[in-house]
């Protein structure tokens, strides 16, 4: 059975950092592209970052670039998404998420075929 749970959350001031972290099992990690979304209240889902299968290439929404950075160790079969000068509107519950659906860009939700549960970012002063 396919899991995927993230963690590494948490409340930060502006300008902070955090890491977040997202365990996977049940399926060969490194054969699949993986991405970072965050949905923020009331607002849809956004997607952030992917990083393709076996540490390829990565690709990052305009509004994290040069702040985020999408890393993954298919050792630990382990996603990572460093978060640095955060701002307050990064402020969302962050999900990773497989991309094992049907093949198509990646910011497409149907590009996945399973995701966290999710874990909390709140930037406030």
């Known amino acids: 059975e396919v899991h995927l749970v993230e963690s590494g959350g948490g409340v930060v001031q502006p300008g902070g950092s955090l890491k977040l972290s997202c365990v996977t099992s049940?399926?060969?990690?490194?054969?699949?592209?993986m991405s970072w979304f965050r949905q923020a209240p009331g607002k849809g889902p956004e997607w952030v970052s992917a990083?393709?299968?076996?540490?390829?290439?990565?690709y990052y929404a305009n509004s994290v670039k040069g702040r985020f950075t999408i890393d993954r160790d298919d050792a630990k079969d382990t996603l990572y998404l460093q978060m640095n000068t955060l701002k307050p509107e990064d402020t969302a519950r962050y999900y990773c998420?497989?991309?094992?659906?049907?093949?198509?860009?990646?910011?497409?939700?149907?590009?996945?075929?399973?995701w966290g549960q999710g874990t909390q970012v709140s930037v406030t002063s």
């Open positions: 990083i393709k299968e076996s540490n390829g290439p990565r």
């Open positions: 049940g399926f060969t990690f490194s054969r699949y592209d």
């Open positions: 998420a497989r991309a094992g659906g049907t093949p198509g860009g990646f910011r497409e939700n149907t590009t996945y075929d399973y």
